[in-house]
């Protein structure tokens, strides 16, 4: 990206795939990417279809990125990036009042031009969903059973979607785990369901500051960021972990 800059030439963009559970700093992540607040951050499913942002760095547009949205039909359109916002949060909302579907494989096609963007094409896909187990006891059993089984269904479902879009062997994965023991990680678990070795996975933990304190020890701490479990079973991993 850097020599593209500075000879001002195109180069082809490798397509990244950002996988990772809800609240786990996915968009934070995504955001610190593109240099720009782009999708809602919070807690509950925010992205409900895969969006596709393709970036590309143009020094012309400085203060704000040219956006451009491909429409059903296939044509582009210039759309301002509050516009794009809008269109995001209208298709989620419509996923969660769908009686059939909560999500949509169909992906989001958006193109960017941007100063403090890379030239990429960064994949977003739907938050991972931990679900409870499904428990039902007293008088309020019926209904807490069919929420947890709804839950269930919308946690299946999105696995299902990102395990079928990170399974096309030309895409890059960035597995974001929010974790302070490398022995358990639900992320790298449904990644390696695509990618079994992580031979096209780079491994991000996010929330550092926080996993801090749980040490007890230096060592503990060197332990941790040293992630030698990692090296151990999974010693064909494209990258990391980075924090």
Not at 2 to 23: I, Y
Not at 121 to 135: C, Q, Y
Request: glycine residues 6%; charged residues 30%; proline residues 7%.
């Amino acid at each position: 990206h850097t020599l593209a800059q500075s000879f001002e030439k195109d180069f082809d963009a490798p397509a990244v795939v950002v996988v990772g559970h809800q609240s786990s700093g996915k968009s934070a992540l995504i955001e610190a990417l593109m240099g720009f607040q782009f999708n809602q951050v919070g807690g509950g499913t925010k992205t409900r279809r895969p969006i596709a942002l393709q970036m590309k760095y143009n020094p012309e547009y400085a203060i704000e990125p040219k956006c451009y949205l491909e429409l059903p039909n296939g044509k582009e359109e210039e759309r301002t990036l509050a516009q794009i916002q809008d269109y995001i949060e209208q298709e989620n909302q419509r996923l969660e009042k769908d009686p059939i579907r909560s999500f949509d494989r169909r992906e989001i096609k958006i193109r960017m031009e941007y100063k403090h963007c890379p030239n990429l094409i960064l994949i977003d896909t739907p938050g991972l969903i931990a679900a409870p187990k499904i428990v039902g006891r007293g008088a309020r059993a019926g209904r807490e059973v069919a929420q947890q089984r709804a839950l269930h269904k919308s946690a299946q479902d999105a696995e299902r979607l990102v395990v079928e879009k990170i399974s096309c062997p030309d895409y890059l994965i960035v597995c974001v785990e929010d974790t302070a023991d490398w022995k358990h990680g639900p992320t790298r678990e449904v990644v390696q369901k695509a990618d079994p070795d992580l031979s096209r996975t780079i491994v991000v933990n996010t929330k550092l500051d926080t996993k801090l304190p749980q040490f007890g020890s230096p060592k503990d701490t060197v332990e941790f960021l040293q992630a030698s479990i990692l090296d151990r079973t999974s010693p064909q991993r494209l990258g990391g972990p980075f924090y």
